[in-house]
């Protein structure tokens, strides 16, 4: 993948490092996979990226960022996966969760769904009790399909980048012996 187009977008290493509140956790930013642009590290940090996208909530970039660090994989790019998640794609990814559980269990499709809270008028202290209620009324099909779905988006997207990143290679050596031939 280009290098140079990442690097002008993601932060650096002494630039997170700057950062008033996650200077105390400089030793847990130590390892090079966590800003190297390599292809595991990005593929690995975009798969969980994907991951974390389907947490609901505001969990997701916190969740992210755990899993980045515990699997040593680009910190900025593992972040930056979470947000293909957003207002307009949640209710379809949910649903294609609720579907895909559904087929996975063989269970029959609840017509009406329940309604999701309003997360704004709740406090802290009542999102997640909230948030689990919601999930428990959406029942077993909801539970198996988001982890599912979670871990087909995480594999495509790590296989995917790596056959980009290959190809991304194949062309730019192709374009250098076009250049030399000149």
Not at 154 to 174: D, E, P, Q, T
Request: proline share 7%; glycine share 8%.
């Amino acid at each position: 993948m280009p290098r140079k187009y990442l690097r002008r977008w993601l932060p650096d290493h002494a630039a997170m490092l700057d950062n008033r509140f996650l200077r105390r956790f400089a030793p847990w930013f130590e390892h090079p996979n966590l800003f190297h642009l390599n292809r595991k590290s990005v593929a690995g940090g975009l798969a969980i990226g994907m991951i974390g996208g389907l947490i609901p909530g505001p969990l997701q970039v916190i969740t992210s960022s755990m899993l980045a660090l515990f699997f040593r994989v680009n910190l900025p790019v593992a972040i930056l996966g979470t947000f293909y998640t957003n207002p307009l794609t949640i209710g379809p990814l949910y649903w294609l969760a609720y579907r895909l559980g559904i087929w996975v269990t063989g269970g029959t499709s609840v017509l009406k769904m329940a309604a999701m809270p309003s997360w704004s008028a709740l406090s802290w202290s009542d999102w997640l009790p909230a948030m689990w209620t919601w999930v428990q009324a959406l029942g077993t099909p909801l539970l198996i399909g988001l982890p599912l779905l979670a871990a087909i988006l995480a594999l495509c997207c790590y296989v995917g980048v790596h056959l980009l990143w290959r190809l991304w290679i194949y062309w730019s050596l192709h374009q250098r012996r076009k250049q030399r031939l000149k």
